[in-house]
């Protein structure tokens, strides 16, 4: 141990400032989390946990092992929305940025300048984002404006905000604002795709599908697994553009509620 603490002792003493940040902020509330969850916390309690009664392991039984608690209920369909919203959007995402980076990679007029105009959605802030597209789907807001009005797609302006929609109207702001990112790394990977695959590919007769299926997609995966992780990651953990489409004032996800 002497030997060790002469040789790496000093390094140690100049990480352990930011060793003790990260433990703080990362482990901190993670178990204040943990706490949290062991005690009766109601709405009168929320705003003071701290002084909330000890229950124990009560809450995960009433989760876990109780079929008629509502808790259980409202916890088991956040689950499966949380699901299916982390891989909605990461599917979409996805091929949408997958499909333009395709076409980005071609020789295009003004290549560089739709390339920029790509990436502003990635550049506005997630709340901005969330606050905007929470006027847009309003009854009498861009979208039904646009689908009844202009397009004539819908006979009557639906409440995008409130019921089963409400689902599609979280997936399209997070999509629109995620896929430039996933169509950056796409481009990026795809311009280091030897050129002499291609050519070896057309030599041998291969088509378009095949080419890609062959060529282009072994050359994407692992790119693919990088983004696919980092999608799941950012969306079970979404918050920003939820909370500032169903915030203080608004209705929560799927409620019968008004947007004000």
């Known amino acids: 141990m ?4 002469r040789r790496y002792g000093l390094a140690y003493l100049f990480i352990a400032p930011a060793l003790f940040g990260m433990l703080l902020v990362h482990y901190g509330p993670m178990v204040q989390g943990i706490y949290m969850s062991f005690l009766d916390l109601r709405l009168q ?22 079929p008629e608690s509502t808790f259980r209920a409202g916890f088991l369909y956040a689950v499966r929305t949380t699901l299916l919203y982390a891989l909605a959007v990461n599917v979409l995402s996805l091929s949408l940025g997958l499909l333009v980076a395709h076409l980005l990679n071609r020789p295009l007029f003004l290549r560089g300048l739709w390339r920029s105009l790509f990436l502003l959605p990635w550049v ?5 984002v969330g606050l905007l597209w929470g ?18 797609l819908l006979s009557e302006k639906p409440h995008w905000l409130i019921g089963p929609l409400t689902f599609v109207a979280i997936v399209v702001p997070t999509v629109w604002r995620g896929w430039p990112f996933v169509m950056v ?28 299926r062959h060529v282009t997609w072994p050359m994407l995966r692992p790119v693919t697994a990088v983004l696919l992780l980092y999608g799941l990651l950012g969306t079970l953990y979404s ?22």
């Open 2 to 5: 002497r030997t060790f603490w």
């Open 45 to 66: 309690t929320l705003r003071l946990y701290l002084q909330a009664p000890f229950v124990g392991l009560e809450n995960y039984r009433e989760i876990l092992l109780n």
């Open 124 to 128: 506005v802030p997630s709340y901005v």
């Open 135 to 152: 006027f847009m789907w309003l009854k009498e807001g861009v979208v039904n404006h646009l689908l009844a009005d202009v397009l004539g």
């Open 185 to 212: 790394t796409y481009l990026a990977a795809l311009q280091t795709v030897p050129q002499e695959l291609y050519e070896a590919a057309k030599v041998d007769g291969a088509s378009p599908w095949q080419r890609f």
């Open 239 to 260: 918050f920003n553009i939820v909370y500032m489409m169903f915030g203080t004032g608004r209705a929560t996800p799927g409620s019968g509620g008004t947007f004000s």
